[in-house]
């Protein structure tokens, strides 16, 4: 048979089961909807009693045991060897809690009817019908192309964010508490601001905490401080965090001990990835000690290192203030003879601020990043490379992130000390370090007099406010905590996939390669493309420069390529079990 017949029958197959599968899925949702529009919607319709969540009127749906939830289970954690049948979908398994405890299911408090919604906060709060709610079936592709069905069915998927119908928790017994963790980034506290205000007007939930200063508070019950609308009113106006927060003081049994104490049982934890690595201990923690709590992460630093996201919160605002720095760089630069404006940007490891800041500014000449190697001395080093276009041009713009020396090929810059509260080496201030040498270098090789201007920023570009874009990115991913948190799911992450807002297992995200700059990727040809910088390397320095460049494409492929192959079938889960009026009647034939 010829290559293209088999492509087409390839084709005509995949078309038929996509067919079938979409006949059965249409057929399943109408069966589902005609099941669903009895009593969730005529509840919908019954006035509801509560004022902002008083006497919340919260009727139990089911009760399921762990008795029913074993059955359920049988069979459930199928893994997804090859394109068998494309109406099964595989997915990122995030943890709930009904795997581990006996519970009762509620209607959400959000369902209702708009119309009959009264602002003044009498009347009823359910403002969401039906049809806005997500489920355990949709998900959400974590790549960015493909070529056939194969590669879409094989692919990472995450478990789409939303409103849950049926939810795990009763909310008048829910008692949240809120912590942020390690280094500023803009927006934190609208998510702060916005996480309460979730539970509290739309869920109904009255006992929320702050935790002041980050992990290391949890050790002082007074730093566990009550939360209101009132008080969390006006916080998204202004930079840095309201609970303060720090590096260090993780400790998974003090944390779940106070929890216990107080009576915690949602936990939202704004940080990094060591916070995320803190996050899944005390997620272990809980779940080996039967602890029945909701632990919830949502992905903060300005560095954008964290893997699988499109992008963390406050990476835009970051990128806006530094794009304005640069730009009086640039005008100082310009007005000198033989001017030279350098600007440090953060990232330990990444260049991904210094990347997105020179894309955005158009002025930047060069751009040093921890992921791209380079010579600051020689025929081919940075000092030169600024020599030729201060002769040419008369002027140089450099972005340096405060990482770059671990890319300097001719020399080591010891690090400052010992390491911080987070287990962090901080770098030597590698600004300094390439002034000093920039300077002399023209000196001594061409007699020129450099007027460089350093300017270091860092601190300043993280401690500003949110602006529009990144608030309402903050503002998505806190209510989507809250009612992941609310459907009873544990251990995961709140984040932007392809634009999408998922849910991500803990585990998938402190599995994956630390999200650093893909040199063969576009994003980095695009800055040296408007740069105009040469590869600041001697040619016999290249092949090891690639090869290094090829290891973390290895690595990130490889461990990318392991998520996959843990995805199971999400729908076969006891989840289904949130999902579908059939299985409640189901449960209730079973039990009987
Ligand atoms: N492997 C880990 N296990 C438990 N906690 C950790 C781990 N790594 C870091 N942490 C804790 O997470 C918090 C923030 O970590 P850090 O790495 O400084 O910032 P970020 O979370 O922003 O990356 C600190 O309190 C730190 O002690
Ligand atoms: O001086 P601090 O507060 O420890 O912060 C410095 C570090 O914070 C960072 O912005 C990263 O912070 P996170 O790891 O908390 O996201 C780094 O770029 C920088 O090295």
Redesign the pocket.
């Known amino acids: 048979m010829s290559e293209s017949n088999q492509t087409n029958q390839w084709i005509q197959l995949a078309g038929a089961v996509i067919a079938g599968a979409a006949l059965s899925y249409l057929l399943q949702s109408t069966t589902r909807r005609k099941s669903d529009s009895k009593a969730p919607l005529e509840e919908a319709k019954k006035p509801r009693k509560n004022s902002l969540g008083e006497g919340l009127d919260l009727s139990k749906e089911r009760t399921f045991t762990m008795r029913k939830i074993e059955k359920l289970k049988e069979g459930s954690s199928k893994f997804i060897e090859g394109l068998t049948n494309l109406s099964e979908v595989a997915i990122s398994r995030v943890p709930h809690l009904a795997e581990t405890h006996d519970c009762d299911v509620y209607t959400s408090p959000l369902l209702g009817d708009a119309s009959q919604r009264d602002i003044a906060g009498k009347g009823t709060t359910g403002f969401l019908p039906d049809e806005a709610f997500s489920s355990v079936k949709k998900f959400v592709l974590s790549g960015k192309s493909y070529q056939c069905y194969e590669d879409i069915a094989r692919e990472l998927k995450f478990l789409r964010a939303g409103p849950r119908k049926q939810i795990f928790w009763n909310p008048k017994e829910v008692k949240a508490a809120i912590v942020t963790c ?2 500023l ?1 803009p927006g934190l506290n609208v998510v702060i601001r916005e996480l309460v205000m979730t539970l509290w007007f739309n869920y109904g939930v009255k006992d929320i905490f702050g935790v002041k200063w980050g992990y290391q508070g949890f050790h002082k019950a007074s730093n566990i401080i009550k939360l209101t609308p009132k008080i969390v009113k006006r916080i998204h106006n202004e930079g840095g965090t309201f609970l303060g927060s720090s ?1 260090g003081g993780f400790d998974e049994k003090v944390i779940i001990d106070i929890c216990k104490e107080k009576g915690i049982n949602h936990l939202y934890i704004i940080g ?3 916070t995320h690595r803190g996050i899944y201990k005390l997620y272990e923690y809980a779940t080996e000690n039967k602890e029945r709590i909701s632990i919830c992460g949502i992905p ?4 954008n290192d964290i893997p699988l996201i499109d992008k963390s919160f406050g990476f835009d605002t970051a990128v806006a203030v530094a794009e304005q720095i640069i730009s009086c760089a640039n005008n100082e630069a310009e007005s000198a003879e033989f001017g030279v404006g350098m600007v440090k940007l ?3 490891d990444s260049g991904e601020i210094a990347a997105a800041a020179a894309q955005a500014s158009r002025d930047v000449n060069i751009c040093l990043i921890p992921e791209s190697p380079f010579e600051v001395e020689g025929e081919y080093g940075l000092c030169e490379t600024v020599c030729q276009r201060i002769i040419s041009k008369n002027h140089c713009t450099i972005v340096v992130a ?1 990482g770059a020396d671990d890319a300097i090929i001719d020399a080591n810059l010891a690090k400052e000390g010992k390491a ?1 509260a987070g287990g ?1 080496v ?2 030597a201030d590698i600004g300094t370090y390439l002034k000093n040498k920039i300077v002399a270098y023209a000196k001594e090789n061409y007699d020129i007099n450099i007027t460089l201007k350093y300017i270091d920023p860092t601190y300043t570009i ?1 401690s500003v406010s949110a602006n529009a874009g990144d608030t309402i990115i903050c503002t998505k991913l806190a209510q989507n905590s809250v009612h992941a948190a609310m459907a009873g799911y544990t251990g995961f992450s709140i984040g932007t996939v392809k634009d999408t807002t998922a849910i991500i297992p803990i585990k998938s995200i402190n599995n994956s390669a630390k999200r650093k700059m893909d040199l063969n990727e576009r994003t980095w040809q695009r800055v040296i493309a408007s740069t105009g910088q040469p590869q600041m390397v001697c040619p016999e320095n290249m092949e090891k420069i690639t090869e290094k460049v090829q290891e973390y494409a290895l690595e990130k492929q490889k461990k990318h390529q392991k998520l996959i192959e843990e995805q199971v079938v999400m729908s076969e889960v006891i989840l289904e079990a949130f999902d579908t009026q059939e299985n409640a009647e189901g449960d209730e034939e079973n039990d009987s």
Not at 300 to 303: L, Y
């Open positions: 390690g280094g980034c590096r990094g990835d060591g903060k630093t300005i560095d953060m990232g330990r405060e911080d962090h901080k770098h993280r």
